[in-house]
T-cell receptor, first 112, second 113 residues
Framework: GQQLNQSPQSMFIQEGEDVSMNCTSS?????WLWYKQDPGEGPVLLIA?????ELTSNGRLTAQFGITRKDSFLNISASIPSDVGIYFC????????????FGTGTRLTIIP | DSGVTQTPKHLITATGQRVTLRCSPR?????VYWYQQSLDQGLQFLIQ???????AKGNILERFSAQQFPDLHSELNLSSLELGDSALYFC????????????FGPGTRLTVL
């Protein structure tokens, strides 16, 4: 099935560092979302974006909906231990359609 | 806690068998979604139900079926199981036209031996 391409696949950072990850697609999406998955749990919604060019923050997290509608990025500032997990982008291609297409995931590890 | 419950948490079965996974959505949510998460395919949308009716279908195999009952809980039935069906199965729920804001349950880990 279709997937969104996320990069990097994994990141190893020190506590306090800023993190940046992105998600790209060959086709247009009208909604972009970012979810986080902790081990043994289901994904949890972090940020939702509904308009091309939109920049939205949620605490230390900032995400943007690319102008071309084919990409999105997520930044995490001043990382803390609880940021560890797998981050997934997700897109919805058609308005009124609730089917999520997920990215391949970025695994974030914080080195002590 | 998302408010979405899934049972069982773990399921181990043999090839050729049939299993049923159960999901209870958040109170008030009419939409239920099923996703499969495997190492090689990632998180894949299977099917969506809204208020008892099928609303959208993804890459769901013909051996798999689902339904949503009048009390809004949903079941995913997997039959003629194969080794490749081993995966995490997530249920999510949302209000209608939630714009992708879905609440995921903790998942059922299915192992087919």
């Amino acid at each position: 099935g279709q997937q969104l391409n996320q990069s990097p696949q994994s990141m190893f950072i020190q506590e306090g560092e800023d993190v940046s990850m992105n998600c790209t697609s060959s086709s247009i999406f009208n909604t972009w979302l970012w979810y986080k998955q902790d081990p043994g749990e289901g994904p949890v919604l972090l940020i939702a974006l509904y308009k091309a060019g939109e920049l939205t923050s949620n605490g230390r997290l900032t995400a943007q909906f690319g102008i071309t509608r084919k990409d999105s990025f997520l930044n995490i500032s001043a990382s803390i231990p609880s940021d560890v997990g797998i981050y997934f982008c997700a897109g919805i291609s058609n308005f009124g359609n609730e089917k999520l297409t997920f990215g391949t995931g970025t695994r974030l590890t914080i080195i002590p | 806690d998302s408010g979405v419950t899934q049972t069982p948490k773990h399921l181990i079965t043999a090839t050729g068998q049939r299993v049923t996974l159960r999901c209870s959505p958040r109170s008030g949510d009419l939409s239920v979604y099923w996703y499969q998460q495997s190492l090689d395919q990632g998180l894949q949308f299977l099917i969506q139900y809204y208020n008892g009716e099928e609303r959208a279908k993804g890459n769901i195999l013909e051996r798999f079926s689902a339904q949503q009952f009048p009390d809004l809980h949903s079941e995913l039935n997997l039959s003629s199981l194969e080794l490749g069906d081993s995966a995490l199965y997530f249920c999510a729920s949302s209000v209608v036209l939630a714009g992708g804001k879905q609440f995921f349950g903790p998942g059922t880990r299915l192992t087919v031996l």
